[in-house]
């Protein structure tokens, strides 16, 4: 059984940083996909950040891009999410995914399995 758990969400004020980590248990760390999306409130959830662990690989947002990194433990079996210079429309509930195969992009449709998710409230 897949468990995702979030950690690392937190206030902190425009401009500011934070790292979100997403233990995972029960997944293989290696040519499968795993993300962070994020869901504001009144929107729908969005891709923020996929990686395929085993090669490296990373897609972003737009949005995010040059601000945020994601990245990869493999041996901890753990992922992050980097955030700096963190904006208020940054602020939303952020959710770490996964699925089993290696096409690995933004669709939150590919993606079977989810965390319970960390709140980031970013205050201007």
């Known amino acids: 059984q897949v468990q995702l758990v979030e950690s690392g969400g937190g206030s902190v004020q425009a401009g500011g940083s934070l790292r979100l980590s997403c233990v995972a248990s029960g997944y293989t760390f290696s040519s499968n996909c795993m993300g962070w999306f994020r869901q504001a409130p009144g929107k729908e959830r969005e891709g923020v950040a996929v990686i395929i662990p085993g090669w490296g690989t990373t897609a972003y947002a737009d949005s995010v891009k040059e601000r945020f990194t994601i990245s990869t433990d493999n041996a901890k079996s753990t992922l992050y999410l980097q955030m700096n210079s963190l904006k208020p429309e940054d602020t939303a509930m952020y959710f770490c995914?996964?699925?089993?195969?290696?096409?690995?992009?933004?669709?939150?449709?590919?993606?079977?399995?989810w965390g319970q998710g960390t709140q980031v409230t970013v205050s201007s």
């Open positions: 995914a996964a699925h089993n195969h290696w096409v690995c992009t933004l669709n939150r449709a590919d993606f079977g399995y």
